[in-house]
């Protein structure tokens, strides 16, 4: 629908540059742009769907009143759609869902967009304005990842065995998780990084040589859709 209305607005516009008196010189200068779209990103520790505020910088020349429609969309393609302009305030903010339980972790994409504005002069002439706008901002949606970390003494090897998962919403669950895990020591006051392990269904394992009780813990960063996490230190 709102294809049609673009194209009738467009034909409209047409007509009344072809027939109607010159084009003011404010007329001329017309215009409207997107400069920043915005969100901040999201946890998902839930399968629920998810209310966030999307944000809009522009600048207008001559212009009375505009709509904005940037199109959302995350790994699947188009998920939403933020709508901005001079019927609802404020202006350059809108509350918009999305559901990752359909629509996936990862990288979300905020734009194109597609604007109409329009513009009376002095003299009473109307003017209209429409099109996309290829401004784009980006936010992402990671699954919240946990960490857990055991250990077991055998005389002077100590073995450590991390555990990790995260939330996947199309799963609607915690799934095993394969991360870089970094098994880290406490030294003084700093954690020291002893070995770093690519987890296999979920688990990671490292032995080493040690004489006297120590605190151990396992952490890894995050990524585009999964979050970093950092277990419990644990004293063998």
Not at 66 to 83: E, K, L, P, Q
Not at 110 to 115: A, H, K, M, N, W
Request: with cysteine; net charge positive; proline share 3%.
């Amino acid at each position: 629908m709102k294809f049609l209305k673009r194209a009738l607005v467009a034909s409209v516009a047409a007509v009344t540059l072809a027939i109607g008196p010159a084009v003011s010189a404010e007329a001329a200068k017309m215009s409207f742009d997107v400069t920043k779209l915005s969100a901040k990103n999201m946890v998902i520790a839930n399968s629920d769907c998810k209310y966030f505020d999307v944000h809009m910088k522009y600048k207008k020349k001559n212009v009375d009143s505009w709509s904005v429609d940037a199109d959302i969309a995350g790994r699947y393609g188009n998920a939403t759609t933020a709508f901005f302009g001079t019927y609802s305030r404020p202006y350059d903010k809108d509350r918009a869902m999305i559901c990752p339980s359909l629509e996936g972790l990862g990288k979300y994409r905020i734009g194109p967009s597609e604007i109409d504005a329009d513009y009376d002069d002095a003299d009473y002439n109307s003017y209209w304005y429409a099109r996309t706008d290829y401004t784009k901002g980006y936010f992402y949606v990671r699954g919240k990842a946990y960490a857990s970390l055991s250990t077991k003494r055998s005389g002077k090897t100590v073995t450590l065995t991390s555990k990790t998962k995260v939330y996947n919403p199309e799963k609607y669950g915690k799934v095993t998780y394969n991360p870089k895990v970094k098994f880290q020591v406490k030294s003084g006051s700093k954690w020291k990084t002893l070995k770093t392990v690519t987890a296999k269904k979920g688990k990671a394992t490292y032995k080493m040589k040690s004489k006297s009780k120590k605190s151990y813990r396992v952490t890894f960063s995050q990524i585009s859709w999964a979050t970093g996490a950092t277990s419990k230190s644990v004293k063998r």
